[in-house]
């Protein structure tokens, strides 16, 4: 186990947390332990709001720039609380899963980065977890597995359309269809594992803590742009949509404190900068035009109430797109609550709401 050597000061409370443990083992780091290691981290509904909430204050707290995920015990995480899964279906209760997917992590768009560290098995939901996680580093005796498939379910919190666009169709059909186990070397063989370490105690966390160091150590506001401008390639968003994103007057501003340059190691959000200090020079905005228009490959115009890197918008289904789409055809196959997600409706990835 990493020790937890950072004494952070945080302008926002720390969430509570019961079914995890939540400690700082670098500046600007959080780690997130899942804490039911009798019941291989399996995690329940109540876990599920637990992360969504600590994810979130990981996002909103500036002096907070990456997360890390890891189990405690022999298991990353099993997946799903099946005790609870069963006696929810017994008593005709309905099970609302939070928009972020399993352990707030398998749907999550978000701000900042997270690495998982698997420190042992990573099945079922536990695997949808980390295939969404930013870097994923992996002790030798890891293990990941889809294995919903032997039980006569469905891997429905996302992976499916994220994981193929991560290792490959032939790859993600294997995993998807045989429910077989793949070791971290073969994970890392894929691509869907960074680095693989040795089974070491703490030794995964460790490496994972260097990742989480490096990063931190950059701009905060460079960093999440960067993020977003990698996911939403990754998610299929083509340069024609994300310039007609960009020129809509309605969507968030995402780039005006980064172009002035006061929040380059602050990491402080939009809202709390004075309107005056955004202000750009035509000049100023060409110069952006040109950079964002040659990763593009298109022209962009920059207006004050225009963002740069926009959600995933149906016009072009995104990964986000088809996992409510599976979601919907999975609740008419096997009957498993869905939440707010409509037969005919199309979910696109939310905008980051930067005023949080």
């Not at 969404?132 to 990941?144: G, Q, R, Y």
């Not at 460079?222 to 994103?245: F, H, L, N, P, Q």
């Not at 962009?300 to 740069?308: K, Q, W």
Request: aromatic letters at 6%; one cysteine or more.
């Amino acid at each position: 186990m990493a020790p937890a050597e950072f004494t952070p000061t945080f302008e926002s409370r720390q969430p509570p947390a019961k079914y995890c443990i939540l400690s700082y083992p670098a500046p600007n780091v959080l780690l997130v332990r899942l804490n039911r290691p009798k019941d291989l981290n399996c995690i329940n509904m109540e876990g599920h709001a637990e992360l969504h909430t600590i994810w979130e204050w990981l996002d909103a707290e500036p002096s907070l720039s990456v997360g890390i995920i890891t189990g405690t015990g022999r298991a990353f995480s099993a997946g799903a609380d099946l005790k609870e899964w069963n006696a929810h279906n017994t008593a005709g209760q309905k099970r609302e899963m939070v928009s972020s997917g399993f352990g707030a992590l398998s749907r999550r768009s978000g701000r900042k980065p997270v690495i998982a560290a698997v420190n042992g098995l990573a099945f079922g939901g536990g695997c949808e977890l980390i295939v969404n996680c930013d870097l994923v580093v992996a002790s030798s005796n890891a293990t990941f597995a889809l294995p919903e498939v032997k039980k006569g379910v469905v891997a429905f919190a996302g992976a499916l359309p994220r994981i193929v666009r991560t290792i490959g169709k032939q790859r993600a059909m294997e995993m998807a269809l045989t429910g077989r186990t793949v070791s971290a070397l073969e994970a890392r063989e894929w691509g869907l594992v960074n680095k693989v370490v040795g089974d070491g105690k703490g030794e995964v966390v460790d490496a994972a803590v260097e990742y989480a160091r490096m990063i931190a150590e950059n701009s905060p506001d460079a960093v999440i742009v960067s993020r977003e401008g990698i996911k939403m390639g990754w998610e299929g968003m083509g340069a024609e949509d994300a310039t007609s994103d960009a020129r809509q007057p309605d969507r968030r501003r995402f780039l005006p404190a980064l172009r002035t340059g006061v929040t380059v190691k602050t990491g402080k959000d939009y809202d709390a900068i004075d309107p005056e200090l955004i202000e750009t020079t035509e000049s100023e905005r060409l110069s952006f035009n040109s950079f964002w228009s040659d990763i593009y490959q298109t022209d962009l115009s920059f207006g004050r109430n225009a963002g740069i890197l926009p959600a995933v918008h149906s016009t072009r289904k995104g990964v986000s797109d088809a996992a409510n789409d599976l979601l919907t055809l999975t609740h008419r196959i096997v009957d498993i609550d869905i939440g707010q997600a409509e037969d005919d409706e199309v979910i696109g990835i939310d905008m980051i709401d930067w005023s949080a």
